[in-house]
């Protein structure tokens, strides 16, 4: 059941992004175009994929829809109680001998690990938890939480300070499994700054209260609107997508719980 919502939402997930659907409403204006009768449907639809790939490639625009949902938690700053565990959760990487760890890794993920080891050497003692699994539908063969557990050891972390755990597919599934090991321990919570919000709700619907720590930024201050629409804003307008999609599917299923939404 499980994996088949997984798979239901990763599938859905990926068609309701800006480019799937800016390629089927020219799909559908082809369609259209070549009946006189339904042309003004087709004209229409080129007209919808051309401003919905527009405004989704035009850094002013989605800068805007971005930065309010990265500035929600502040960055990571030492306290006087010190924390026992930093979870970095996982990312997306690809072995390849050929290439050097830090390659291998999706540079999402190689920025949360950076800011991990920050926050690890602003808490003596503590220890680094890492989380991820194989890949799916295509498995990848080192699990992600070994591959990142590599990239630290090569940065210098102690073995024995890095705790990994395969298997968990998505957030919710890392807020558990944490939630299961470390119940009651002074989290800290490294991931993306678009994706922190939902982390922490999915988190608090866990029974979890992590210190947030936003990385990775991806909304810069605009200081021209005279821009031209790029794949760089194009993706950045995805990834805010994703997480919108995200929270509204957690909501959907029951894991995000009302209260925790609320804060």
């Not at 988190?203 to 209260?209: C, D, H, I, K, V």
């Given at each position: 059941?499980?994996?088949?919502l997984?798979?239901?939402?990763k599938?859905?997930?990926?068609?309701?992004?800006?480019?799937?659907?800016?390629?089927?409403?020219?799909?559908?204006?082809?369609?259209?175009?070549?009946?006189?009768?339904?042309?003004?449907?087709?004209?229409?639809?080129?007209?919808?994929?051309?401003?919905?790939?527009?405004?989704?490639?035009?850094?002013?625009?989605?800068?805007?829809?971005?930065?309010?949902?990265e500035?929600?938690?502040?960055?990571?700053?030492?306290?006087?109680?010190?924390?026992?565990?930093?979870?970095?959760?996982?990312?997306?990487?690809?072995?390849?001998?050929?290439?050097?760890?830090?390659?291998?890794?999706?540079p999402?993920?190689?920025?949360?690990?950076?800011?991990?080891?920050?926050?690890?050497?602003?808490?003596?003692?503590?220890?680094?938890?890492?989380?991820?699994?194989?890949?799916?539908?295509?498995?990848?063969?080192?699990?992600?939480?070994?591959?990142?557990?590599?990239?630290?050891?090569?940065?210098?972390?102690?073995?024995?300070?890095?705790?990994?755990?395969?298997?968990?597919?998505?957030?919710?599934?890392?807020?558990?499994?944490?939630?299961?090991?470390?119940?009651?321990?002074?989290?800290?919570?490294?991931?993306?700054?678009?994706?922190?919000?939902?982390?922490?709700?999915?988190?608090?619907?866990?029974?979890?209260?992590?210190?947030?720590?936003?990385?990775?930024?991806?909304?810069?201050?605009?200081?021209?609107?005279?821009?031209?629409?790029?794949?760089?804003?194009?993706?950045?307008?995805?990834?805010?997508?994703?997480?919108?999609?995200?929270?509204?599917?957690?909501?959907?299923?029951?894991?995000?719980?009302?209260k925790?939404?609320?804060?």
């Amino acid at each position: 059941m499980e994996n088949g919502l997984f798979l239901a939402k990763k599938i859905l997930g990926g068609l309701l992004m800006p480019v799937p659907v800016t390629l089927l409403l020219l799909l559908w204006a082809l369609l259209f175009l070549l009946r006189r009768k339904t042309r003004w449907l087709g004209f229409l639809c080129v007209l919808l994929a051309t401003a919905l790939l527009f405004a989704a490639s035009y850094a002013p625009l989605n800068n805007r829809l971005i930065a309010p949902l990265e500035q929600r938690y502040p960055s990571y700053q030492a306290t006087d109680e010190p924390a026992e565990y930093i979870a970095v959760l996982g990312s997306w990487h690809r072995s390849d001998p050929n290439q050097p760890v830090s390659s291998e890794v999706k540079p999402a993920g190689v920025v949360r690990l950076v800011e991990g080891i920050r926050i690890y050497h602003l808490n003596p003692g503590s220890r680094l938890i890492f989380t991820g699994y194989k890949g799916y539908p295509l498995e990848d063969p080192v699990a992600y939480p070994e591959k990142l557990k590599e990239l630290a050891l090569a940065l210098g972390v102690p073995a024995e300070d890095i705790l990994s755990f395969t298997g968990p597919k998505d957030t919710a599934e890392e807020a558990r499994l944490i939630a299961e090991n470390f119940p009651d321990s002074r989290l800290v919570l490294v991931t993306s700054a678009a994706h922190m919000p939902r982390s922490m709700q999915l988190f608090r619907s866990a029974g979890l209260a992590p210190v947030a720590a936003p990385t990775n930024h991806i909304s810069r201050p605009v200081r021209s609107r005279l821009q031209y629409p790029s794949a760089h804003a194009l993706a950045n307008t995805q990834d805010w997508w994703h997480e919108q999609l995200g929270t509204s599917w957690s909501q959907l299923i029951g894991q995000i719980k009302e209260k925790t939404a609320e804060k």
